[in-house]
Structure formats: C-alpha cells, structure tokens
C-alpha cells in the first residue's frame, strides 16, 4: 500500500485524489471565513450592546438626579439647582400651536411645582382631617417592613410620651413612608414621594427613624440636628443619628434582630423653615418632643 503523502487523501483504488484534497482545502478555507465573520459579527453586536447600556444607563442617572434634585427644591433644602434649568426659546415665528406648545415645554419644570403645590396641599388638607389626633407623631422613612409595621413600637414609644393633647390618654403613632431609593418610578406610583415630601414641610413630627436609603433626600446634615453636640461621647451617636444596631431596642420593640440594620438610626428634626409652616410651629413640636426623644436615647444607651 502506498503511502499518503501530506494531507492528500487516497481513492478507493490506492491513487491519489487531487481534486478532493482541492475541494477539502476550499471548504476549510470558507469555514474560517465564515467563523471570521461570525466573529467579527459578533464583536458588532457587543459594541453596539454595550454602547446602548451606556446610554441607558447615562439616561437612568441623569433622570434620577433630576428627580433628586427636584425634590430637594420641593422641600426648600435648596434655592436654585444646577441640575434642572428652564430653557429659553429660540425667537421665530411660531404659530399660535406652537407658542402654546412651547410655553408647556420651556415652563414644564415651573408648572410641575405649581401642579404638586396643588395636589401637595389637597393631601395635607386631607391628612389633617383624616389623621386621628395623637399626642405625638414620629416619622418611620425606611425600606423596613418590620420597623415601620409594628405596633410594639408605638407601645414602646408611648412609655416616654404624655398627655399632650389632654384626653385621658397617651397615644404615640408611628407613620411609616417605606421609601426606596434605588426606584424612583416605585415611589411615584406609590405617592411616597409627595408623602415624603408633604411629612418634611409639616410641623407634625421632630422626631424621625430613617435609614441611609433616604439620605440624598432628606440631606440630614441639613435637616436634623447634630446629636454629638447635644449628647457627647455617647457611643452609639454619629453626627445626626442615634444608631440603634448593638443596642437593646430590638428586646423593648419586639422587633427581631436581623431587622436592626447598621444603618438604622433615631434622629431630630431641627426647627427651620418649611413650606407649609411657619418655623415657630415646628420649633412648638421640637420643645414639646425633645424630652420624649431625650428619655428613648437615655433607655436605650443604659
């Protein structure tokens, strides 16, 4: 038997087949080709996937920002932003469509605050006639299920408070806004944003439970009080909170343990203009609920 020479394959009868070795080559020529193209194919579609996350994602943090920082104008933690700026229109003949068209879209963010001023004051109309008469109030603004539903709490709270409202009886409530900071279409759809917003411009609540998933939106270093200064060296106080993980507020709430997150805090509104009040109306709530929130620091530091 002869011997095949390189990668020439032989026919039946012992010969060489050229013409096989030729179409062989040919087709191992157009597969690499292909698997080339494919490749190349390939590579495309990732670039172009990943360029449009990009822009997703661009679009997702410039959006979320906006919204962020019209919050923040809502509550009057800050004047103007650098963010959002009304834009002027360009001087053209327009039609009487295009002039009214314009007018809604340059004006937009403006007659946004002046709609929300409206549905802001409907709400606090409604929750003002609506909202049983406690002797205090204290705002649970948390993703914490566990925190913002248990009635223990309020019981545990109420062992600190008194006959404000002079009834005949103690009754602390807690109001729970579960905002999440991670999904601002959520907390559209849910209304806590204007919740949110509507509890920080009333005089109803000092006295707050928050946790970090709120902290762009509250801005604590401006709108609560520096507890250091007020409780020195106190081991569980950072700046604005009292943080209650490794203390014994999960035994006196009934709240489990795993619920007490490390960012979880107690903090104090700090009396300051808002925007449905007058400040003297908020700084009547500080005195009133300072001693509450003074005994609850001391109970839980022992």
């Known amino acids: 038997m002869s011997k095949n020479k390189g990668n020439i394959p032989e ?3 012992g010969k060489l087949d050229i ?23 390939a590579e495309m579609q990732r670039q ?5 996350r990009q822009r997703q994602e661009e679009y997702d943090r410039k959006n979320r920002e906006e919204r962020i920082e019209l919050m ?12 959002i700026h009304e834009e002027k229109p360009e001087e053209e003949n327009l039609t009487l469509g295009k002039k009214i068209f314009n007018f809604f879209y340059h004006n937009k963010w403006w007659l946004g605050l002046a709609v ?7 709400y606090l109309t409604y929750n003002l006639l609506s909202r049983p008469n406690p002797d205090m109030i204290v705002l649970i603004l948390c993703k914490n299920d566990a925190v913002g539903n248990s009635a223990q709490l309020e019981e545990y709270l109420e062992t600190f408070a008194e006959d404000f409202n002079g009834n005949g009886k103690i009754e602390v409530s807690t ?7 991670e999904n601002t279409y959520a907390n559209y759809q849910t209304g806590n944003d204007t919740k949110l917003t509507t509890e920080m411009q009333s005089a109803d609540a000092v006295i707050i439970i928050g946790g970090n998933n709120v902290r762009e939106i509250i801005a604590p270093e401006e709108t609560l009080m520096n507890l250091e200064e007020i409780f020195p060296e106190n081991p569980h106080i950072k700046e604005y909170g009292f943080f209650l993980k490794n203390t014994d507020f999960s035994e006196k709430t009934g709240i489990e343990s795993e619920f007490i997150t490390d960012d ?9 203009r808002l925007l ?9 709530t500080y005195d009133r609920d300072f001693p509450v929130f003074e005994k609850i620091i001391k109970d839980l530091s022992e």
């Open 11 to 13: 026919s039946d009868d």
């Open 19 to 41: 013409n096989k070795s030729v179409f062989q080559s040919a087709r191992e020529i157009q597969e690499q080709h292909n698997a080339e193209l494919a490749r190349q194919q």
């Open 48 to 52: 172009i996937e990943l360029r449009e």
């Open 72 to 83: 923040r104008l809502k509550q009057g933690i800050i004047d103007k932003s650098e963010t």
């Open 116 to 122: 929300f001023a409206v549905v802001l004051t409907a």
């Open 175 to 181: 109001y729970y806004i579960p905002y999440d900071d």
């Open 264 to 272: 979880l805090y107690i903090g104090l509104r700090k009396p300051r």
């Open 276 to 284: 449905y009040s007058d400040e003297e109306d908020l700084q009547e």
